[in-house]
């Protein structure tokens, strides 16, 4: 099965079939991944499209640049990898000079090998610095901690966290953080945990840290406005008769997909009761997954990570228009 063959130390593949049929990689010569983490996917799309299919791979963390063009050096006549942003894609493609592709995927969030890194400071298993940065362009979570202030904190742990009395815990944070006695990833959760226990949070299930550490994770990597602006970019990335497939691991990215996706079906602005369209929108295209499409249980057990990916899919048709 795809999805165990492309499973690598570094990470496993999600939804590795779906991505393929989804992307239609039987008649198309044009890709970019724009998440390229362990390279799983960018080699189920090279070998899914040999012998001409072309990949260019992405990602901002140079070690998984590193790690694909080492991992996959074999296709490197139809493979181009590079370290940069996926929200940046229209420019990566022209610095390569390629022209629109055929698909897009985009595979949202962390690599099994980012969370399992104590020295990337994801996780408070072990210790390890509070940093937390996918790659070079983010800021760390020390840094966003020594500047950020106790409102815009709370927002973040309320927004991204959903985390219950926010501005408590984030007055009791940066004050901690300000006393020296906040250095590392299990300083953080051993202050979380101290502070508020297990039973008052909503899922009684997780460590009470881990949604504090989804939080800043989301804030220091930016990653729901580089999520956003990639959905707006799609257009300007996938040629008409392509296909974006992209896949969120969080509600709330899933939310700027579903929107997004839908805005580029539907962009006119004009109120429903006018009788005729006086914003010029046209549509780019039509959304093909009514609902996410999700990984059999069968994955979920043998991939627990995968349980909440769900992966959506735009199909560009036209060349479309953005309301006046
Ligand atoms: C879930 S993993 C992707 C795994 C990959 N599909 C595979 O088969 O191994 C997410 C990867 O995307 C990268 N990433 C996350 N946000 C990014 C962004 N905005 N631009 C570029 N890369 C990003 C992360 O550094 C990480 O390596």
């Known amino acids: 099965m795809a999805d165990e063959h492309h499973a690598t130390d570094y990470h496993a593949p999600v939804l590795v079939n779906e991505v393929l049929d989804w992307l ?88 099994s090998h980012q969370l399992d890194d ?67 990833t299990t300083d953080l959760a051993d202050l979380v945990e101290e502070l508020r226990g297990q039973p008052e949070w909503k899922k009684p299930s997780i460590h009470p840290a881990t949604l504090v550490f989804q939080a800043i994770r989301i804030a220091v990597n930016r990653e729901l406005d580089h999520l956003e602006k990639a959905v707006e970019s799609i257009p300007r990335v996938v040629a008409v008769g392509g296909r974006a497939v992209f896949i969120s691991f969080h509600s709330l990215e899933d939310r700027i997909v579903k929107h997004g996706f839908r805005r580029m079906a539907d962009p006119c602005v004009c109120p429903p009761d006018l009788p005729r369209c006086g914003c010029a929108a046209e549509p780019f295209g039509r959304v093909l997954t009514t609902r996410p499409v999700r990984p059999s249980e069968k994955e979920i057990e043998e991939n627990p990570r995968s349980r909440s990916a769900r992966l959506r899919v735009f199909e560009v048709t036209a060349e479309g228009r953005w309301p006046n």
């Open 24 to 111: 239609n990689t039987a008649d198309k010569t044009r890709f970019v991944d724009g998440t390229a983490g362990g390279g799983g996917h960018s080699e189920a799309i090279l070998e899914a499209t040999a012998p001409q299919g072309r990949l260019l791979a992405i990602d901002r963390d140079p070690r998984a640049v590193e790690e694909v063009k080492d991992r996959l050096s074999e296709y490197d006549q139809r493979l181009t990898v590079v370290c940069g942003n996926y929200s940046q894609t229209p420019q990566l493609l022209r610095q390569q000079r390629w022209e629109k592709v055929d698909g897009w995927l985009v595979d949202a969030g962390v690599s």
């Open 118 to 184: 104590a020295q990337r400071g994801f996780s408070f298993r072990n210790p390890g610095p509070l940093d937390m940065r996918m790659g070079p362009d983010a800021e760390s979570a020390a840094d966003f901690l020594d500047r950020v202030d106790r409102d815009e904190f709370a927002r973040v742990l309320r927004e991204y966290g959903e985390v219950d009395r926010a501005r408590s815990l984030a007055s009791n944070i940066l004050d901690a953080r300000r006393d020296g006695r906040l250095e590392t």
